[in-house]
């Protein structure tokens, strides 16, 4: 069992930064592929970012240039840090860990993007 916390989302201006944080519990964080997701009210929820066990990264075409996901084993985080955001980055954005057919996933934290 894996329990993801995110945190970092709040209101941003079009053009900022924000950097989300993604904190698991577990023992074998290293093994798992991380992934940030996000969400619109009444859209499908779609892949941001993710790395894997072994640091390879991927990105939505979307984000791509703009968004880093990082991962640090010894604190068993998962960072992404999103750079000159848009309005339409604003999502509730989703940590999560897949393990073969586990998946696990956080509460989301909301990120806005308004002037």
């Known amino acids: 069992q894996v329990q993801l916390v995110e945190s970092g989302g709040g209101l941003v201006q079009p053009g900022g930064s924000l950097r989300l944080s993604c904190a698991a519990s577990?023992?074998?964080?290293?093994?798992?592929?991380m992934g940030w997701y996000r969400q619109v009210p009444g859209q499908q929820r779609e892949l941001v970012a993710g790395?894997?066990?072994?640091?390879?990264?991927n990105y939505a075409d979307s984000t791509k240039g703009r968004f880093t996901i990082s991962r640090d084993n010894a604190k068993n985080t998962v960072d992404l840090q999103m750079n000159s955001l848009k309005p339409e980055d604003t999502a509730v954005y989703y940590c999560n860990a897949r393990l073969r057919t586990a998946t696990y996933w956080g509460k989301g934290t909301l990120v806005t993007v308004s002037s």
């Open positions: 577990g023992s074998i964080f290293s093994l798992y592929t």
């Open positions: 790395i894997t066990s072994g640091g390879s990264r």
